[in-house]
């Protein structure tokens, strides 16, 4: 009996310490008044659609490829539902992008001036997927967990300067290791909730956003 009250209270303080090391991880949010200071100084932000590096990356696999390509469509949606009601934010699909510059404007920085200054808007989203991998299993049992990583950086339309960057970067650990992430919950979740998870993190750290 001794044995096991003592396992018990092994095990608590365990959790115990993986709620505090989780709640130290995590970044400090701005402030009201650093939110409301940053909007002063960019009253309008365009987001523009998520990139992958399909492109640059030659040794990248047809099927890789295919996934990150899925993950950057997905990502998209899920920033319009994020900033649908925010009039300071405009999102951007591929199709208006390429319908407001329709040729091929050369360095990632041209195009966010250009983009800036057709728009009329002071800085741009930019969002870079690099990881994108699916849950294999269940949510009580997966062979294979979820996998993310992308990063966004705000950029000054005008001068080029990154006003923010923020980095997610996630693979689903065990369930012991889970207890450092309570959010998640105590189940395998899939991709999908994983990096609706992470832009709703970036976002809240970002005190121009």
Known sequence: MRESYTSVKILLVLFLVAILAS????????????????RKQVPCIVVLPVDTA??????????????LEEGAAFMDTIFVEEFIDNNSVRVLSARQLTSLIPEDSGAQ??????????LKCTAVLVTTLSD?????GGSYGADSPAS?????????ARSGEVLWTGVFKE????LMSNILAQ????T???VEELIRQGIAEKIAECPYL
């Open 23 to 38: 709640c130290s991880a995590k970044q400090p949010l701005p402030t009201e008044e650093e939110r409301l200071e940053a």
């Open 54 to 67: 399909v492109n640059s990356d030659a040794s990248m696999t047809y099927k890789k490829a295919a996934v």
């Open 109 to 118: 920085l041209a195009l966010i001036k250009r983009v800036g200054s057709e």
């Open 132 to 136: 994108y991998r699916q849950r294999v």
């Open 148 to 156: 993310v990583m992308f990063a966004m950086k705000l950029v000054s």
């Open 171 to 174: 693979t689903q650990q065990s």
């Open 183 to 186: 959010n998640r919950g105590f």
């Open 188 to 190: 395998w979740i899939t």
